[in-house]
């Protein structure tokens, strides 16, 4: 039987109660412990999940030898210096995603992975998303033949930066949907992106309290010459029928592939408010020892590189590259011209 592994959580909000529920599932895991600037809201979560405790700083927690592996889900632009941390404390890691809000910061971290021989994944959780990974395997079978245009459109509702996250001024919808929906495109592609073109547009979300970006378009141009438009919005009104939506088109020279991930058509609610729907992939039903849906397989897949040695679904380099990329896409917004990503 593979030997249990012990892991522990930094960040116990939203996405930290999904690390919490994969930990506190699967067999060969154990949730050790919680850690969160908000002690109230560490052991809130630690008692949801049954974590055998909860740490009053990143230190202690590093200090533990029960922990084996550190999952991060703190704010975007709070991931680079708990990973570095994790990584010295020589402890295997998971961050969501960015992987940090600089290209600076990124570089850091890749090399200090390297320098640590531990395994750190980015949470890409779209890998392993139905649409994205059938997409994925079109596109590496030939299917499409030569890709010459692409689409995506990766977008929240008012909801989540007015009311799901209390940092959204410090972050943008480029940040929190466009790192997923660049790695998506790196994914589907398997090519790299070379120059990116922008525009930024503000004054909705400033004009209600929050001080950041309403909306990001940019157009990409790929290393084979394929060209895409990248659309990341934080203004959809908020009585759209899901809180995000996210649209692939990929037209090639023998073919082309339609996604959409937010609304399937399979559910459809009307309760006196409209139309509203669920996500039927990211989350979905499961019992005792298994777990449901893509978002929770994304991290399970980071259990199975540190109790197996399994390959991790995304890697410090790949999260580099995001990075780069949507700093990029910021530069070319603030300066009106196109901007060349290094190799």
Not at 90 to 110: I, M, N, Q
Not at 160 to 168: K, R
Not at 255 to 272: H, K, P, V
Not at 323 to 329: K, M, P, Q, W
């Amino acid at each position: 039987m593979t030997a249990r592994k012990g892991f522990a959580i930094v960040g116990a909000g939203l996405w930290g109660s999904q690390h919490a529920r994969v930990l506190s599932t699967l067999p060969e895991a154990a949730l050790i412990g919680i850690f969160d600037t908000d002690a109230v809201r560490a052991e809130a979560l630690s008692a949801r999940f049954g974590a055998r405790r909860t740490y009053p700083d990143l230190a202690t927690l590093l200090a533990d030898p029960e922990v084996e592996a550190v999952t991060v889900a703190t704010p975007d632009f709070a991931h680079a210096e708990v990973i570095l941390a994790s990584l010295a404390a020589g402890r295997d890691v998971l961050s969501e995603k960015p992987l940090a809000t600089t290209v600076e910061e990124s570089e850091r971290v890749v090399a200090a992975a390297r320098r640590s021989g531990r395994k750190l994944m980015v949470d890409f959780h779209n890998r392993v998303s139905p649409a994205i990974a059938a997409a994925h395997h079109c596109v590496a079978a030939g299917e499409l033949g030569r890709l010459l245009h692409l689409s995506a459109r990766l977008n929240n509702t008012t909801f989540v930066p007015l009311e799901m996250l209390s940092w959204a001024g410090r972050s943008s919808a480029l940040w929190f949907l466009g790192s997923h929906a660049v790695d998506a495109l790196r994914f589907i592609t398997g090519d790299e992106i070379r120059r990116v073109q922008a525009v930024r547009r503000d004054g909705r979300l400033k004009a209600l309290g929050v001080d950041t970006a309403d909306v990001h378009l940019a157009l990409l141009e790929f290393a084979s010459g394929a060209v895409a438009t990248l659309e990341n919005s934080w203004v959809l009104p908020p009585d759209s029928p899901l809180v995000f939506d996210f649209r692939l088109d990929i037209v090639g020279e023998r073919g082309a592939l339609q996604i959409s991930t937010a609304d399937n058509g399979a559910f459809r609610r009307f309760t006196g408010t409209g139309l509203s729907t669920i996500d039927l992939f990211g989350a979905t039903p499961a019992a005792g020892s298994r777990i449901g849906g893509f978002v929770y397989e994304s991290i399970a897949r980071f259990v199975d590189a540190v109790v197996a040695d399994a390959p991790v679904l995304a890697g410090p380099e790949d999260g580099l590259a995001a990075t780069r990329i949507l700093a990029a896409i910021e530069q070319a917004a603030a300066t009106g011209t196109a901007i060349a990503i290094a190799g």
